[in-house]
């Protein structure tokens, strides 16, 4: 038995350290042939660093063999030695056989780094040296996929479709053109390359893709059948449970939409848009303790959260509950949310609560934001009416009048004040 074949036999046995003192036979005494077959064996088990060792070793000895670097390039990614890899790579030659696959490494090493521009060069040199190799438009494809340049994608993924190759590396070819068109916006076109990929094989993050994109298009219905099933097969999928809810909420099934937030939350606590959808299904319901819960919690999580802090403050001015909403709007003015809608809410919350002059103040920032909004110039200067400001005042309905000049509600006012 040869010294490899001895050492493979040690490493199967779990005997390391006589496969350690094998190796340094083999280095010593095995032909090159049995080097290169064992370098193969031992990338394979993972055994790197000895890889490297005979691919070096048979380097120094053959080193116009571009094979040889170019496996040996290999390793060293595994290893994440990429300098090393690249300095292997530059020295090959234009005319090496093996000169396209180094390429091929030279783009994978360059897109890690974020050197799209580089990376595609060398892709599109390697194409130029074999314009029907699938593997190089492939690679393409996907880098022009990560770029965000879904056209230029799809044209390659559909140049392998064209040809029969559906899948490419244990990758389903009509799975990425779906992704790409449905980034690009061509979310029809997509879902019928999501089905195409999912009678190959049912594999959940397609599935979600396929759900997501028909909610997207506006296929509630579809997309409520696909997000159901994914949750049935992987519960543990977090990402389905706040677009469910929100196709439940458009097809106006509040009660599972609901629903669907608890056994979210139950899966993610932390997901603050959860609470926010469930907040607005309550509401709905007309659960108002219940909507007020959610939307709290999604301010638990998230304090700087304007959106939930907006909407639970409608509640509560609904609810004439105003140091309620002068809490919340100081809470996210604290936090540096710069919202002019919390400036309105506290006017509206300090009239109410007779604080005459600091909710002059309010109105007066919010009207730097809302001077063109009617129902605000309407309230604010009504208020300015009852704060005896009627110069302030006429100048609001003056202002309004320009916008609705047959109002005679506002016409009445303005020349009373005019006397």
């Known amino acids: 038995m040869s010294y490899p074949q001895q050492m493979l036999k040690s490493l199967e046995e779990g005997d390391y350290s006589q496969a350690s003192h094998l190796f340094k036979k083999v280095q010593s005494s095995s032909t090159d042939e049995e080097k290169f077959a064992l370098a193969e064996e031992l990338y394979h088990l993972g055994f790197l660093e000895e890889t490297q060792k005979l691919y070096e070793g048979l380097l120094k000895d053959y080193p116009e063999e571009g094979e040889l670097r170019v496996l040996l390039a290999e390793v060293l990614v595994e290893m994440d030695k990429e300098e090393e890899a690249l300095l292997q790579l530059e020295q090959m030659e234009a005319e090496d056989e093996f000169y396209p696959r180094s390429l091929l490494l030279l783009a994978d090493l360059y897109q890690m780094q974020g050197l799209y521009e580089v990376s ?37 993924y559909r140049i392998l479709l064209e040809k ?71 519960p543990d999928y977090h990402s389905i449970y706040l677009y469910l809810a929100k196709c439940y909420e458009i097809e106006e099934e509040l009660e ?21 959808i469930g907040g607005k299904l309550s509401l709905k319901l007309g659960r108002e303790d219940e909507a007020e819960t959610f939307f709290r919690e999604a301010l638990a999580l998230d304090p700087e959260y304007s959106e939930a802090g907006l909407t639970l403050n409608k509640l509560l001015l609904h609810q004439e509950r105003y140091e309620d909403v002068l809490e919340i709007s ?33 109105y007066g920032e919010a009207y730097n934001f809302f001077n063109n909004n009617r129902d605000f110039l309407e309230e604010y200067g009504y208020f300015l009416l009852e704060e005896g400001k009627r110069k302030e005042a006429l100048q609001i309905f003056t202002k309004l009048l320009t916008e609705d000049p047959t109002n005679e509600e506002w016409i009445l006012l303005s020349e009373r004040l005019q006397e």
């Not at 397609?206 to 506006?218: D, V």
């Open 330 to 362: 100081g809470m996210l003015k604290r936090e540096g949310d710069e919202d002019p809608q919390f400036f309105w809410d506290e006017a509206k919350a300090l009239s109410q609560l007779e604080k005459y002059s600091q909710a002059l103040n309010a």
């Open 120 to 156: 595609e060069q060398k892709l599109q040199k390697a194409l130029e040296l074999l314009p029907d190799e699938q593997v190089i438009q492939f690679a393409l494809a996907e880098l022009y996929l990560e770029q965000g340049k879904f056209l230029e994608a799809v044209r390659f």
């Open 256 to 276: 599972h939409g609901v629903h669907t937030v608890k056994e979210g939350i139950q899966h993610d606590e932390f997901q603050k848009e959860l609470y926010f």
């Open 164 to 234: 029969g190759v559906e899948d490419l590396a244990g990758v389903s070819v009509h799975q990425r053109v779906a992704e790409a068109l449905s980034a690009g916006g061509a979310f029809e076109e997509s879902l019928a390359h999501y089905e195409s990929a999912l009678e190959s094989k049912l594999e959940i993050n397609t599935l979600f893709g396929y759900a997501f994109t028909a909610y997207q298009a506006g296929y509630y219905k579809t997309a409520i059948e696909k997000f159901v099933e994914l949750k049935a097969l992987d």
